[in-house]
């Protein structure tokens, strides 16, 4: 379970978003608004964090350590990709209403910020750049896996 960031934590937070690559063309108000929204949680070594199949509630955003992303597909593994901090993934369930598509795995101890799906969508709907940033990386990352998965 995650907590609900206290407010001298909010400097932190927006300093984290602030090196996302994702976040250069957001303003500070709409990065304190984000900040606001976000739930911390921390994960395990080999920590399960998205299971593939299962329905999408929220979309992650990480701040330490790194994940593996494994799809399963005719009992075959495939790493379809490493992700560190200031990565974000689980967008794609919540974009498609689709389950999710791959299983999300702790490679080490790390730390990262939640958002529900409803405030998920409250900011694409909010952000335009954000939205056209994160479509764009998913529409990227289904074009990577379908070559990957062949
Ligand atoms: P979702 O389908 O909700 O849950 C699994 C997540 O893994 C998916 O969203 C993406 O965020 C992430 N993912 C899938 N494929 C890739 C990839 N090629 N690179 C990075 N992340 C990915």
Sequence with gaps: MGIKIPLDELVRVEKMLNTIPFMKSVTRAEIQELAYQLTRRTYKK????????????LFYLISKGSVRVIKEKFFKKITLAELGPGSFFGEMALIDDFPRTATVIGNDVGEMYTLSHEAFEGVLFKNPQIKELIMTEAEERKKKNQALEA
């Design 46 to 57: 080999d920590e399960v964090i998205i299971k593939q199949g299962e329905p999408g509630t």
